[in-house]
């Protein structure tokens, strides 16, 4: 079995300093739509899926009885709703409603302008790169 190799000390730091920066983005953002950290998550990732309430609990490390007062307080606000899963009926999915959907759309571009300063530093091949990597990044995660 190969063992997995102790990433950089400088890379690790900056991934970690860059996470920073970009959670402070989203932190900022959230607030002032009024929203916390934990459900500008569930909208960020409902944004391209339509997951079950237990695979989204899952992917954000909460407890089910967390997910379902999120959800429900979501809900409330217009943003998403909840349906049977058509294949599994004793599942429910979770998506945004258009109202969250256009939220979501707002928040993006939101975020894009944020961040834009940091990423316009760098050539468009640097951009594109990173780009790659980190996509890269977030599938070997996956696996």
Not at 15 to 29: G, H, K, Q
Not at 91 to 110: H, I, N
Not at 130 to 138: A, D, H, S, V
Request: glycine fraction near 6%; avoid cysteine.
């Amino acid at each position: 079995m190969k063992q997995a190799s102790m990433p950089d000390e400088g890379l690790a730091d900056a991934l970690t300093a860059t996470s920073f920066v970009t959670m402070a983005v989203i932190n900022r953002i959230a607030a002032e739509h009024g929203l916390s950290l934990s459900l500008i998550r569930v909208l960020g990732i409902l944004w391209d899926r339509r997951p079950r309430m237990a695979e989204l609990a899952d992917y954000l490390g909460l407890e089910k009885q967390t997910m379902s007062g999120l959800i429900t307080r979501a809900e409330k606000r217009g943003l998403v709703a909840r349906a049977p899963n058509a294949e599994d009926g004793r599942a429910t999915d979770v998506f945004l409603t258009s109202e969250g959907y256009e939220l979501m759309k707002q928040l993006r571009v939101q975020g894009q302008q944020a961040l834009a300063p940091l990423i316009e530093q760098l050539p468009a091949s640097d951009q594109q790169l990173l780009q790659e990597i980190l996509q890269r990044m977030l599938e070997a995660r996956k696996g």
